[in-house]
């Protein structure tokens, strides 16, 4: 069973950092891109950050390009989002998917409907 989970949201004040995580199961997270997305209140959903299989060549959406790091670490079956100089409108439910459609080793456009496998999502509040 395809399964991947979210961890590490939390409470933190503006300008503060904080590092998601996202564990795959059920399937070999080195042969996927992997992305994260996130939906605030009211918003619809956006792309954040999306990493390649390999080369892990990685993706960042402007508005958290500079901030915001993606890695992978493919012997713990995992992808880490970290977060620095958090905004408050950086306030939102995180989600990580694995790509679904064709070539699934690239992000390619990594817009949401190409991506499945979503997990709960984690909190992140940026407020001081």
């Known amino acids: 069973q395809v399964q991947l989970v979210e961890s590490g949201g939390d409470l933190v004040q503006p300008g503060g950092s904080l590092r998601l995580s996202c564990v795959a199961s059920?399937?070999?997270?080195?042969?996927?891109?992997i992305a994260w997305f996130r939906q605030a209140p009211g918003k619809e959903r956006e792309g954040v950050s999306c990493i390649d299989a390999k080369p892990a060549n990685d993706y960042y959406a402007m508005s958290v390009k500079g901030r915001f790091t993606i890695t992978r670490d493919n012997a713990e079956n995992t992808v880490h989002l970290q977060m620095d100089s958090l905004k408050p409108e950086d306030t939102a439910v995180y989600y990580c998917?694995?790509?679904?459609?064709?070539?699934?080793?690239?992000?390619?456009?990594?817009?949401?409907?190409?991506?499945?496998?979503w997990g709960q999502g984690t909190h992140v509040t940026v407020s001081s």
């Open positions: 998917a694995v790509k679904a459609t064709s070539l699934t080793a690239w992000c390619g456009t990594w817009r949401s409907v190409d991506f499945g496998s």
């Open positions: 059920g399937f070999d997270l080195d042969r996927y891109a």
